[in-house]
């Protein structure tokens, strides 16, 4: 069993639905990050957190560091949204800095 | 342009020869990270530096590779004798420091025939 699990593995919306990606992770953190990744392989960190919520234009991020339980929330999604959404944590138990990656959520906004 | 580069974008090579990625930080960086990514799956830790000290290696990183940053400024990975398991996309990624925001280059794609 991964220690990060992502749900779901894949997702297709239409233009303007409310979108959430889902993540769970068994142990303990230090941080939880949220990356996108469009074809080509370029990846982009969205949000860094390790409590509360935060909001960067369409984009929410919230965490619930009791439950283990992350969720990435997409507003009045556009097909530029199109991408891999990756949650990745920083494990508590971990002197480096090593990051554990879930598998990915494939978003595919239609027009 | 996260500020991040990566050379070459794409390699491909024979297996059983040598090849060599460079990673150029974001330049105040002290921290670089590789990363290695296979098709449908999240990255994989290979290993870190802070300046230019090796600090973790994962156990993917076999006696085959071995990584440097000479001066804590870019980095190189080298795969000597690749095998066609090999093949994927290597990513480099740079942070200020510890928990910090990371930033990832465009990756080399390593197909080994």
């Known amino acids: 069993k991964n220690e990060v699990e992502q749900s779901p593995q894949n997702l297709t919306a239409q233009e303007g639905e409310f979108i959430t990606i889902n993540c769970s992770y068994s142990v303990g953190i230090s941080a939880l990050h949220w990356l996108q990744q469009h074809p080509g392989g370029g990846i982009v960190s969205l949000f860094m957190?390790?409590?509360g919520k935060k909001k960067h234009g369409r984009l929410i991020a919230t965490i619930n560091i009791q439950e283990k339980h992350s969720s990435l929330h997409i507003t009045a999604s556009h097909p530029r949204d199109s991408a891999v959404y990756i949650c990745a944590v920083l494990l508590r138990e971990t002197s480096g800095s090593r990051l554990t990656f879930g598998e990915g959520t494939q978003l595919t906004v239609n027009p | 342009d996260t500020g991040v580069s990566q050379d070459p974008r794409h390699k491909i090579t024979k297996r059983g020869q040598n090849v060599t990625f460079r990673c150029d930080p974001i330049s105040e960086h002290n921290r670089l990270y590789w990363y290695r990514q296979t098709l449908g799956q999240g990255p994989e830790f290979l290993t870190y530096f802070q300046n230019e000290a090796q600090l973790e290696k994962s156990r993917l990183l076999s006696d085959r590779f071995s990584a440097e940053r000479p001066k804590g400024s870019f980095s190189t990975l080298e795969i000597q004798r690749t095998e066609q398991g090999d093949s994927a996309m290597y990513l480099c990624?740079?942070?200020?420091?510890?928990?910090?925001?990371?930033?990832f280059g465009s990756g080399t794609q390593l197909s080994v025939l």
């Open positions: 957190l390790s409590s």
């Open positions: 990624a740079s942070s200020l420091g510890y928990n910090e925001k990371l930033f």
